[in-house]
């Protein structure tokens, strides 16, 4: 846990998991996946859909017990996240749509967020985050395709089911908020947002239902604030953040999640794994001017 | 302590100061001097001379005790470590060439080096380092007027006599280096080198006393090998550090100095106060080609 007082946003946490291996949380999940496969599951090897950093975690467990691992990658994958998944072994597919049942037989599928082992190992972090946080009030946790918050929850409300937990999503791939609101799993026709970490193009019944049951409030943030928050947390906590990871911060950011007033506030930093130019040019934007004329 | 595994470099621990308070291991020393000095002391204020962390995390100090503070500052400091000062409550004069003596009479001088208050303080970072790493070979760390090697070095030679510690300064401000090679403290005509936070334009009798007697060795690097570094700490370890932060990672990335063979390496990374243009800047330009020819 690192002090957020340098971004002077009021007491406030951040569970740093872009320091973790691979850059970001998702070793958590895709380790207790793995480490649960039949001899026979381990000999066929695994199969995954990722953009990015589920595609290198998988690929890491993978590895260290000698699995074959392949990725269906979609064609906008960035650059450093291919590279990084075929560094740690895998395999890459890239296609168009990603679809995935037809792609490859035989393999054991560890989806990213939808799998009861991968959203246990992700809810590791409300423990880590219970255990070093003794008076912890609220939790803010990006939201993809919620298999972070899932576990997370569930592991926090479990224990202490007065912690507040609060989910951000972003506005161009709003799928679990458009999917609570249609009272059923949604899927975007349109994906548009600069944090590929959390472009989930459908929800899930098993993440919905958790987060129905464990998540206090999901909001949504444009791209403009989620910026706006990676460049706080670069430039003033000095931690190096992809947009998806900057997600939490953004939204205490522009008023849209308030710390708590009294007991602590933590905010889950997701990943930090970016291209250079890519952070380069986030670093020289500045916030365009807000539209509604009502600031933040 | 970060893991630094994702530089691939070899076993090595960071110590990541730039996620300290003011955003550097300054405040250790200014806040030891602070609380030693008198009420007569207090009354009258601190006055120093820095580019910016140590004004930084003196006027933290000062601030905290209800003391004047402050800063004769070069007119080529930094705005955004101007501003951190402004913001921690010093006054700032600037001065084409720092005449300390001059400027201001009554106030107690709290040298950014040269003090042995400031000294003891900064040697907390190697008590840390030995409290955390029961395998300690070797430590490598950034020197600019060497305060904070001198504390360090005399920390962990005492308890440790056999760990290593090696100093990196920038070829275009090797104070430290010149100073040992004549044999008494020189002071440099020009200063050239993108870490401002090493750019000390003198060495004194003390900090280099302290040097030959508790650091095995002194290391140049010219400032393409610097931003390499930098580059490194940023992507691979997810960082954010200022030049001078990464000349320690920079150093062992360019193969100067090798991480030890047995036992942990650790390096530590001494602060993270960036423009974002300076810093989007560093992140697109590449690595210059060896003009020897010997690459690294």
Same mark, same amino acid.
């Given at each position: 846990?690192?002090?957020? !007082?340098?971004?002077?946003?009021?007491?406030?946490?951040?569970?740093?998991?872009?320091?973790?291996?691979?850059?970001?949380?998702?070793?958590?999940?895709?380790?207790?996946?793995?480490?649960?496969?039949?001899?026979?599951?381990?000999?066929?090897?695994?199969?995954?859909?990722?953009?990015?950093?589920?595609?290198?975690?998988?690929?890491?467990?993978?590895?260290?017990?000698?699995?074959?691992?392949?990725?269906?990658?979609?064609?906008?994958?960035?650059?450093?996240?291919?590279?990084?998944?075929?560094?740690?072994?895998? !395999?890459?597919?890239?296609?168009?749509? @990603?679809?995935?049942?037809?792609?490859?037989?035989?393999?054991?599928?560890?989806?990213?967020?939808?799998?009861?082992? @991968?959203? =246990?190992?992700?809810?590791?972090?409300?423990?880590?985050?219970?255990?070093?946080?003794?008076?912890?009030?609220?939790?803010?946790?990006?939201?993809?395709?919620?298999?972070?918050?899932?576990?997370?929850?569930?592991?926090?409300?479990?224990?202490?089911?007065? @912690?507040?937990?609060?989910?951000?999503?972003?506005?161009?791939?709003?799928?679990?908020?458009?999917?609570?609101?249609?009272?059923?799993?949604?899927?975007?026709?349109?994906?548009?947002?600069?944090?590929?970490?959390?472009?989930?193009?459908? =929800?899930?019944?098993?993440?919905? =239902?958790?987060?129905?049951?464990?998540?206090?409030?999901?909001?949504?943030?444009?791209?403009?604030?989620?910026?706006?928050?990676?460049?706080? @947390?670069?430039?003033?906590?000095?931690?190096?953040?992809?947009?998806?990871?900057?997600?939490?911060?953004?939204?205490?950011?522009?008023?849209?999640?308030?710390?708590?007033?009294?007991?602590?506030?933590?905010?889950?930093?997701?990943?930090?794994?970016?291209?250079?130019?890519?952070?380069?040019?986030?670093?020289?934007?500045?916030?365009?001017?807000?539209?509604?004329?009502?600031?933040?």
């Amino acid at each position: 846990m690192v002090s957020g !007082e340098a971004l002077g946003l009021g007491p406030l946490l951040l569970k740093a998991e872009n320091l973790q291996r691979t850059g970001s949380f998702k070793p958590r999940g895709a380790f207790n996946a793995v480490l649960q496969l039949t001899a026979d599951e381990r000999a066929r090897g695994v199969i995954t859909l990722s953009a990015g950093n589920h595609g290198q975690a998988l690929a890491l467990a993978a590895r260290s017990l000698g699995i074959q691992c392949l990725v269906v990658a979609p064609q906008t994958a960035p650059q450093t996240k291919l590279a990084a998944m075929r560094r740690f072994g895998a !395999e890459i597919i890239q296609t168009p749509s @990603v679809r995935l049942q037809e792609a490859v037989e035989g393999m054991r599928l560890v989806h990213p967020f939808a799998d009861e082992r @991968v959203i =246990a190992g992700q809810g590791t972090v409300g423990l880590e985050i219970l255990e070093a946080v003794p008076d912890l009030a609220l939790v803010v946790v990006p939201v993809g395709g919620a298999g972070l918050i899932s576990g997370l929850a569930l592991a926090i409300k479990s224990v202490k089911p007065e @912690v507040r937990v609060v989910g951000v999503e972003p506005v161009g791939a709003a799928v679990v908020s458009e999917s609570l609101r249609a009272g059923r799993p949604v899927v975007l026709e349109r994906i548009e947002t600069v944090a590929d970490g959390l472009a989930a193009p459908y =929800a899930t019944a098993l993440n919905l =239902a958790m987060v129905r049951r464990f998540v206090d409030e999901v909001v949504c943030l444009d791209d403009a604030d989620i910026l706006d928050g990676l460049r706080r @947390v670069v430039l003033d906590a000095r931690l190096v953040v992809e947009p998806a990871g900057a997600a939490s911060v953004a939204a205490i950011a522009c008023g849209r999640v308030k710390v708590a007033g009294s007991g602590s506030t933590v905010a889950v930093l997701t990943g930090g794994n970016l291209d250079a130019s890519r952070l380069a040019g986030w670093l020289q934007t500045k916030k365009s001017p807000d539209p509604t004329g009502q600031g933040t």
